[in-house]
């Protein structure tokens, strides 16, 4: 897999709704792990949610729990992250990346493939 390109983020009410997708380009998609992370200004990047392989396991941020759903098509190299409920505090630009294990899943540093972010704003 050679690159990811987010997109869908925008401008929202508190409470609504938003669908990230990431787009990867390559030929084995369907071997790598998928994640999303999230940058708020002054912050630092944190993890929000993971999928493994097949899309059988995820994983997610306390912050996201109940409200926020990954799932990936293999058939599209496309991640999708569905954002429900959202609150100002989930306003950041929001990051797609790849890697081939789920060791250490939170840590953004064992991410190898980065997309390029997009802005979600939350206002209240």
């Known amino acids: 897999m050679c690159s990811c390109r987010a997109s869908g983020g925008g401008l929202v009410q508190a409470g609504g709704s938003l669908r990230l997708s990431c787009a990867a380009s390559g030929r084995d998609f369907s071997n790598y792990v998928m994640g999303w992370f999230r940058q708020a200004p002054g912050k630092e990047r944190e993890f929000v949610a993971v999928i493994n392989w097949s899309g059988s396991s995820t994983y997610y941020a306390d912050s996201v729990k109940g409200r926020f759903t990954i799932s990936r098509d293999n058939t599209k190299n496309t991640v999708y992250l569905q954002m429900n409920s959202l609150k100002p505090e989930d306003t950041a630009v929001y990051y797609c990346?790849?890697?081939?294990?789920?060791?250490?899943?939170?840590?953004?540093?064992?991410?190898?493939?980065w997309g390029q972010g997009t802005l979600v704003t939350v206002s209240s």
């Open positions: 990346a790849a890697r081939r294990t789920l060791t250490s899943y939170y840590n953004p540093s064992t991410y190898g493939i």
